[in-house]
């Protein structure tokens, strides 16, 4: 369930636009003054405001720029001031529509949950973090497949790169150059275990600052490789 907040001092308003809402399934609270408004805005969850102007202690116009400094939710600015330059300067500091009072209380539904359904598309088309791998100053992107060392890019086959992420995904534990083999190159393929060996120490090259004393990647003698953490 949506929540919302309404910050707005004429009581008799606020409680008829929250009676709206909550008939249309919305869970909302009611704040009468600015500052404790903002406090619950920028302090507790909710997915829309609904925003006056003209309030006691805190305006709209300050509320709404606060906000925007660390939330993008809507938010739906209502006053009685008909003024363009008003809904101008309310739009400019990142409020997403502006109401003239009065208005209809259907109407203030209809522009909530367009917003509402406008506000969760762009979350949802959003580009997603890219999944990373990060171990003492080594960045694995496995989304992008790239690989930056104290942040400077280093350049990897698809295979070096596939061997480095697998082994990063399994730290500490110890592979033989068979089971590397098998996971990266797969059973079907024709080739030598030694082209592990050969892409270790392409990689080692590419990460570590002293191939001798790899801090990566280390070699645990007779039996294989293993990737510290």
């Given at each position: 369930?949506?929540?919302?907040?309404?910050?707005?001092?004429?009581?008799?308003?606020?409680?008829?636009?929250?009676?709206?809402?909550?008939?249309?399934?919305?869970?909302?609270?009611?704040?009468?003054?600015?500052?404790?408004?903002?406090?619950?805005?920028?302090?507790?969850?909710?997915?829309?405001?609904?925003?006056?102007?003209?309030?006691?202690?805190?305006?709209?116009?300050?509320?709404?720029?606060?906000?925007?400094?660390?939330?993008?939710?809507?938010?739906?600015?209502?006053?009685?001031?008909?003024?363009?330059?008003?809904?101008?300067?309310g739009l400019g500091l990142g409020a997403d529509d502006y109401m003239t009072?009065?208005?209809?209380?259907?109407?203030?539904?209809?522009?909530?949950?367009?917003?509402?359904?406008?506000?969760?598309?762009?979350?949802?088309?959003?580009?997603?973090?890219?999944?990373?791998?990060?171990?003492?100053?080594?960045?694995?992107?496995?989304?992008?497949?790239?690989?930056?060392?104290?942040?400077?890019?280093?350049?990897?086959?698809?295979?070096?790169?596939?061997?480095?992420?697998?082994?990063?995904?399994?730290?500490?534990?110890?592979?033989?150059?068979?089971?590397?083999?098998?996971?990266i190159w797969d059973m079907e393929s024709v080739g030598d275990i030694a082209?592990?060996?050969?892409?270790?120490?392409?990689?080692?090259?590419?990460?570590?600052?002293?191939?001798?004393?790899?801090?990566?990647?280390?070699?645990?003698?007779?039996?294989?490789?293993?990737?510290?953490?």
């Open positions: 369930m949506s929540k919302i907040l309404i910050i707005e001092d004429e009581l008799a308003i606020a409680e008829l636009e929250k009676d709206y809402l909550e008939l249309s399934g919305f869970d909302v609270e009611v704040e009468t003054s600015g500052d404790v408004g903002l406090t619950k805005a920028l302090e507790e969850d909710y997915n829309l405001i609904i925003l006056d102007l003209m309030l006691p202690n805190v305006d709209g116009f300050e509320i709404c720029k606060r906000i925007r400094e660390v939330k993008n939710i809507p938010i739906i600015m209502v006053s009685a001031k008909k003024d363009d330059i008003d809904k101008i300067r009072k009065p208005f209809s209380p259907s109407e203030l539904v209809a522009r909530v949950k367009a917003h509402l359904a406008r506000y969760e598309r762009l979350i949802g088309l959003g580009i997603k973090e890219n999944e990373t791998i990060e171990i003492r100053g080594l960045k694995i992107d496995k989304t992008a497949r790239r690989v930056f060392l104290n942040g400077e890019e280093k350049i990897f086959t698809t295979k070096e790169f596939d061997l480095l992420t697998f082994l990063a995904e399994n730290p500490n534990r110890v592979f033989t150059k068979e089971e590397l083999f098998r996971e082209t592990v060996t050969v892409h270790i120490k392409k990689i080692r090259e590419k990460i570590e600052y002293d191939t001798s004393k790899p801090q990566y990647i280390e070699t645990i003698w007779g039996v294989g490789y293993r990737f510290k953490v």
